[in-house]
């Protein structure tokens, strides 16, 4: 699947493939779409000091925070060695 085209198109492909495994293994598939709703979510999470991970918390996106920082450290290192 290219996730470079319309969001639209592959929240729909998505879905079709959802029902399709639903209706195979007998089981009620039931579409919401959050997406509208995640900044208003985001707002009222930091207004009544929620705790917010900065990752989704899988090993990849664990790495990916870890690596970011080591950059960031680094390149602080290097502007502050010049």
């Known amino acids: 699947m290219d996730l470079s085209q319309n969001i639209k198109a592959v929240q729909e492909r ?29 707002q009222f999470a930091r207004d009544h000091g929620f705790y917010m991970q900065k990752y ?5 996106s664990e790495e990916e925070r870890y690596m970011a920082a080591r950059r960031k450290k680094k390149a602080a290192q290097s502007k502050n060695n010049e």
């Open 14 to 42: 998505i879905a079709a493939a959802a029902r399709a495994a639903g209706e195979r293994y007998g089981v009620a598939f039931l579409y919401r779409d959050f997406r509208p709703l995640f900044q208003e979510g985001q």
């Open 56 to 60: 989704c918390g899988c090993i990849f």
